[in-house]
């Protein structure tokens, strides 16, 4: 299984980016596919999730409304569209598989995720 994140960049405070997750060796419409961040000196933080089967997306209060996770299952990608960024988003951004389906508690816990990608680095300046 592989997950290769793309997309990210330097962008001014306001502006928006499409970050991609492309992933090989399992299905991203049958399992819990999420995005998570990690700034320099912080632990890893969850972002947002599309749940495997009923597309069901949930999203950490700090991005909500601003950040939407989708998925195209011909292209077998995951996508984290980013808007009104801020300069506290900076950071490096990871996708992340877990075979199945999490409950919900567990989402956000990243030691539930069985794959993950190398992160994409996201610069935000004010």
């Known amino acids: 299984v592989q997950l290769q994140a793309s997309g990210g960049g330097l962008v001014q405070a306001g502006g928006s980016l499409r970050l991609s997750c492309a992933v090989s060796?399992?299905?991203?419409?049958?399992?819990?596919m999420s995005w998570f961040r990690q700034a320099p000196g912080k632990e890893r933080e969850f972002v947002g999730t599309?749940?495997?089967?009923?597309?069901?997306?949930y999203y950490a209060n700090s991005v909500k409304g601003r950040f939407t996770v989708s998925r195209d299952n011909a292209k077998n990608t995951v996508h984290l569209q980013m808007n009104s960024l801020k300069p506290d988003d900076t950071a490096n951004y990871y996708c992340?598989?877990?075979?199945?389906?999490?409950?919900?508690?567990?989402?956000?816990?990243?030691?539930?995720?069985?794959?993950w990608g190398q992160g994409t680095l996201v610069t935000v300046s004010s």
């Open positions: 992340a598989a877990r075979r199945g389906r999490l409950i919900l508690s567990a989402l956000s816990e990243p030691w539930h995720y069985d794959y």
């Open positions: 599309i749940r495997s089967s009923s597309s069901s997306t």
């Open positions: 060796g399992l299905s991203v419409s049958s399992n819990d």
